[in-house]
């Protein structure tokens, strides 16, 4: 198992690939919490529009699936920043692939291209790409996942910043949350247990990867500020079990005078969540 698996079908084989130069370390296993069934999604299509997009590595337009944000309604987000809406996971269309030449990018980067990257790309990616077959109405949790295995692996083959691919593997963490929350009482244990693991996985390279932006990065990240990065940062040490990493970044936060109120009234409430994991370990 790993980040890259499945792109075999469109000719990568990446046993040895790593998202960043360094080994990652190990997470801590744990056993994966089946949720209550999410209500069925019906109609998603309607959500959806096909947009053209002009790949920056062959010139050639293609279309791609994309939400109609003004027809969603948020209900929230979970405590690593995933949004969460009524009636469908428009997270899994954030994902743009090219299918004549294999060139993958987030919504927000797909036209970011240096010179040397669309080089490197076509070198590596458009020579080995065996071709895609893109669904035209919706995309299934099983599509969107490749899709964003797909980013990642033009991710790191760009050498883009390091917080772009922590970003990437943060949202391919989301969509393989979201697979596990809408379609886990129709799986088997051992399916779930390997979504929820290579959750893990993806939220453990996430948090390596900020950690490795922030000695050389400059702010903003991912769209997002430093105080945001910090407290998503200590979201992700909790769930890795990492706690005293994630009461640092706590207490870096909590000594910033400009704080924001919402992220001092999130951290304390990790820090009590930290407490009760800590105490209920001691017992």
């Known amino acids: 198992m790993g980040l890259f698996s499945g792109l075999e079908q469109f000719g990568f084989k990446n046993e040895n690939m790593k998202v960043y130069e360094s080994k990652a370390e190990e997470v801590t296993q744990q056993e994966p919490v089946k949720k209550e069934e999410v209500q069925v999604i019906i109609k998603e299509d309607e959500f959806l529009f096909p947009k053209t997009y002009e790949c920056p590595v062959c010139y050639e337009k293609f279309k791609s699936l994309s939400v109609r944000a003004g027809k969603l309604h948020s209900i929230g987000q979970d405590d690593d920043l995933r ?11 954030d994902a743009i692939v090219c299918p004549l030449c294999g060139y993958a990018a987030l919504s927000r980067y797909f036209n970011n291209m240096m010179p040397h990257q669309g080089k490197i790309l076509r070198a590596e990616v458009k020579s080995k790409f065996q071709g895609m077959e893109i669904s035209e109405d919706l995309y299934s949790y099983d599509e969107a996942i490749l899709r964003y295995k797909m980013v990642l692996m033009c991710d790191v083959i760009g050498g883009v910043k390091t917080s772009r691919r922590a970003y990437t593997c943060l949202k391919l963490g989301w969509v393989l949350r979201g697979k596990l929350e809408n379609e886990g009482l129709k799986l088997s244990a051992e399916e779930c247990n390997k979504l929820h ?3 893990m996985e993806c939220i453990q390279n996430a948090y390596d990867g900020y950690v490795k932006a922030l000695s050389n990065e400059t702010f903003p990240m991912s769209g997002m500020d430093e105080q945001t990065v910090l407290c998503l940062m200590a979201e992700l040490a909790f ?3 990492r706690y005293r990493e994630s009461l640092m970044l706590i207490s870096q936060l909590m000594s910033k005078k400009d704080a924001a109120p919402r992220i001092k009234d999130k951290v304390l409430s990790l820090k009590e969540k930290i407490r009760a994991e800590v105490k209920g370990e001691n017992n």
């Open 83 to 93: 949004p969460l809406y009524r009636g469908m996971d428009p997270i899994k269309y």
């Open 239 to 241: 769930k890795l079990e």
């Open 197 to 199: 693991e290579e959750e």
